[in-house]
């Protein structure tokens, strides 16, 4: 009678049947031997959510949550041009002269004012929503406060389809007085939600990359939403896209409340030891708390002297020029070709949406590897100042080492080889030098003379566009772990009122070339612009290592 072959060696097919396989329970115990053995249908269920883990679910999310936010959005312009028109005629008889009885300028002008006291009031509501998220992240949680986000855009979106139903002046006022719902849950919102979670869920030497990918989803979803909505209108009628957007919002909710993680609110001190002075002084910081950070405040330097550290109120005055230079672009785009190339509505909507989705496939795709590539490449340089390095305890027990799947500890790996030395030197390199890039060819797309050129500007402008997500990973570098809703939140803050301040300044300016007869030189002062906050950035630097005491210090 044969003995049986041993399970260490590799079995043939004829027998394969017939290997017999060890009893785990009949070796030995060591240190390495589970405690408890393990369950298979834990570890395939384990399998199945490594396909969709959480960084994954809010990548999902956030896309759902961009593309339901822009759904409205061109309907929304028309609906007001219809209800004005309506309300116009009530009191005008048509005379029958054009054929569209709207397109006349009593209404357009009408229309136009109405429009703007809508977005005057929906970019102070959402400034607003931008404390107010960011309070209620450190209170009750980010999964908390992106979905108390959604409710309140479900109710407007309800407010507006009545509005809509009623008509004239009165759907008008219904309209603009529901915009004040954006204090309490906008898009401007969810996004700082987003961008908590991210910075949570993921390791911190990818943070940069996460950004980005994460922008680059929004900007998917806004491209979605805007070409969807319009064909919903254009199928189905006025009202088809606001249900749709309703829809879409309630399925978000119930997506991300059963999907997401639950990440405690940051007052609930992950230090059991903190003393009651400290607790208190957390829960008395109001909402204007983010704009602190950018106070200069006093640090020891890596030489032992005090001086005050300039770095984070560059990095804001720096975010603050970049968007205000490249925040009105896009609109700029679109009035050049109406006014100088005859554009349609519908060839400028082809070219925002070409201009989003490349934004999405520069900001998902090619943006994480030039960060992964650059770092790689810096780690090896030793001229190089270090960044704050990573620490080797965790911060959260999301940072915690998992166990494998026979629930034992994993043995040391091997470090990846990317920039962790260096903190975020590169992407603070990376940052000025793709605002000055912006800025070249932002000022080129002057010399346009034909409409396709308008076209290339717009799908090669956005290979310079990640400045945003560049700015929030090195300001992660600079604060600790219990800022990172502040200055997540203050960026966002500066970001939004760079992009009220834009549209007002560089709208006059866009008027005073186009009465010359010489619109394109808007990009020449954009680029300008660009250049400026390309100065700012030279002066930032990096924060050493932390000390033996746990503090980041300053360079000598």
Not at 29 to 39: F, G, I, R, V
Not at 205 to 217: D, S
Not at 219 to 227: A, C, F, N, Q
Not at 352 to 371: D, H, T
């Amino acid at each position: 009678m044969s003995t049986p072959k041993s399970y260490t060696e590799p079995s043939t097919p004829s027998s394969s049947s017939s290997t017999i396989k060890p009893d785990p329970m009949s070796s030995p115990p060591n240190e390495n031997t589970a405690l408890l053995p393990p369950d298979p249908h834990s570890s395939e269920t384990r399998k199945r959510w490594n396909l969709f883990p959480p960084v994954r679910r809010v990548f999902f999310t956030s896309l759902l949550l961009s593309m339901t936010f822009a759904f409205t959005q061109t309907s929304l312009i028309y609906a007001f041009r219809v209800m004005t028109c309506d309300e116009y005629y009530k009191t005008h008889e048509w005379d029958g002269s054009h054929g569209d009885r709207c397109n006349i300028p009593q209404v357009e002008g009408k229309s136009a004012r109405e429009i703007a006291i809508m977005s005057t009031t929906t970019t102070t509501s959402t400034i607003a929503n931008l404390f107010i998220s960011g309070w209620f992240i450190k209170h009750f949680g980010v999964k908390a406060a992106m979905f108390q986000q959604t409710f309140w855009a479900a109710l407007r979106n309800l407010c507006q389809m009545y509005a809509l139903k009623t008509g004239g002046k009165a759907g008008i006022l219904i309209i603009q007085s529901t915009q004040l719902f954006n204090v309490l849950g906008s898009a401007g919102g969810y996004q700082i939600a987003s961008n908590v979670f991210v910075s949570l869920l993921v390791p911190s030497e990818e943070r940069t990359k996460m950004f980005g990918v994460l922008t680059g989803v929004i900007m998917l979803g806004s491209s979605l939403g805007y070409t969807l909505g319009g064909l919903a209108y254009n199928t189905y009628g006025l009202l088809a896209p606001f249900r749709c957007a309703f829809g879409l919002l309630c399925f978000c909710t119930i997506f991300g409340s059963l999907f997401l993680p639950y990440l405690s609110p940051e007052n609930h001190s992950k230090e059991p030891s903190s003393s009651t002075e400290i607790t208190k002084e957390k829960k008395k910081q109001s909402f204007l708390a983010p704009l602190k950070i950018f106070i200069p405040k006093k640090i020891e330097t890596s030489d032992g002297r005090i001086k005050r550290d300039y770095n984070l109120l560059l990095l804001g005055a720096g975010a603050f020029v970049s968007v205000l230079a490249t925040g009105y672009v896009h609109v700029a785009l679109q009035l050049v070709g109406t006014d100088a190339f005859g554009f349609t509505p519908g060839e400028s909507g082809m070219m925002l949406s070409g201009n989003l989705l490349v934004k999405a496939f520069f900001l998902s795709i090619c943006f994480p590897r030039i960060i992964t590539w650059g770092r790689k490449l810096l780690s090896h340089r030793t001229d190089i100042p270090s960044g704050p390095a990573t620490d080797e305890h965790p911060e959260t027990p999301l940072e915690a080492e998992e166990p494998d799947d026979m629930g034992a500890p994993r043995e040391d790996q091997a470090r990846q080889p990317t920039d962790v030395r260096h903190g975020s030197t590169f992407d603070l390199y990376f940052l000025r030098w793709s605002i000055f890039i912006d800025g070249l060819l932002t000022g080129l797309t002057t010399f346009s003379t034909k409409g396709w050129h308008l076209y290339l500007a717009a799908g090669v402008l956005p290979f310079a566009s990640a400045t945003g997500s560049a700015c929030k990973g090195v300001t992660l570098d600079f604060v600790e772990a219990d800022q990172r809703s502040d200055a997540l939140g203050a960026i966002a803050l500066i970001e939004k009122i760079a992009q009220v301040s834009t549209i007002s300044l560089f709208g006059t300016i866009f008027a005073v070339f186009s009465e010359q007869g010489r619109p394109t030189l808007v990009f020449l002062a954009n680029g300008a612009i660009a250049m400026l906050a390309f100065i700012l950035l030279l002066f930032v630097r990096m924060p050493k290592p932390k000390d033996s005491t746990g503090r980041i210090v300053l360079p000598a």
